[in-house]
């Protein structure tokens, strides 16, 4: 049976989305652009700052109320980027050696009385630094052809030995006035900056304990982003 009064047929719905423009689909994805350029400038920021902190403790505040033993080197001077040789004539980049602290010593591979007394005192600061040895690497600079002892380089097993061109070596480092190359111990950074020079005349007991000052002082700043080998 048929009511007598039906219900009215409602209409049919259609819900419409509103296409976007053009002009803000290329807003949209210049801020999201944008936003990761930012969140990627944060974590960048966020990971060196240990490592700006320690520069800047030892460099800025360090300075003023800490008198160092070596001789800070201003500007300092990078790593050249020259072929150096091993003792077998393997050459290799100079600049592989960035990413570890450097204590280098350079002398004529002839290597008399002077010579073995400044690699003996290299070694004897390198191991008197207990656990933190394994973050500073000994290097002899070779600056001739002269013939290398074997008996010398057992005694300096697990130092780097590299002879260097004495032209390109002397564009690099230079000695305090008066003095030769071969005089000091240099201090080189991870990063293959030159940044420090000592003394000559290091034999002296009071000399030697001064430079390990130095030493841990810079690895102690160094100690929240620097590892152990490259």
Wanted: hydrophobic share 40%.
């Amino acid at each position: 049976m048929t009511p007598a009064n039906p219900p009215p047929q409602k209409p049919i719905e259609l819900t419409v989305y509103d296409l976007p423009s053009p002009v803000d689909a290329a807003i949209q994805d210049s801020s999201r652009t944008r936003a990761g350029r930012i969140r990627m400038l944060m974590v960048f920021a966020i990971c060196a700052a240990p490592m700006l902190l320690s520069y800047f403790s030892y460099y800025v505040i360090r300075p003023q109320s800490i008198s160092a033993f070596g001789e800070l080197i201003e500007p300092q001077r990078d790593l050249p980027s020259i072929k150096v040789k091993q003792l077998d004539g393997q050459a290799i980049d100079f600049t592989q050696l960035r990413g570890q602290w450097l204590f280098v010593a350079t002398t004529s591979g002839k290597c008399e009385a002077d010579c073995e007394k400044l690699l003996y005192i290299q070694r004897q600061l390198h191991k008197g630094l207990g656990k933190q040895q394994d973050k500073l690497e000994r290097v002899w600079l070779v600056s001739d052809d002269a013939p290398v002892s074997p008996l010398l380089v057992e005694a300096l097993q697990g130092a780097t030995i590299l002879r260097i061109d004495p032209k390109a070596l002397e564009q690099w480092l230079y000695p305090s006035q008066g003095h030769l190359l071969s005089d000091h111990l240099y201090l080189v950074d991870p990063m293959g900056h030159w940044m420090m020079r000592f003394p000559p005349n290091i034999e002296a007991p009071e000399a030697a304990s001064k430079i390990k000052r130095d030493l841990e002082r810079l690895l102690r700043a160094a100690s929240s982003w620097d590892q152990p080998g490259r």
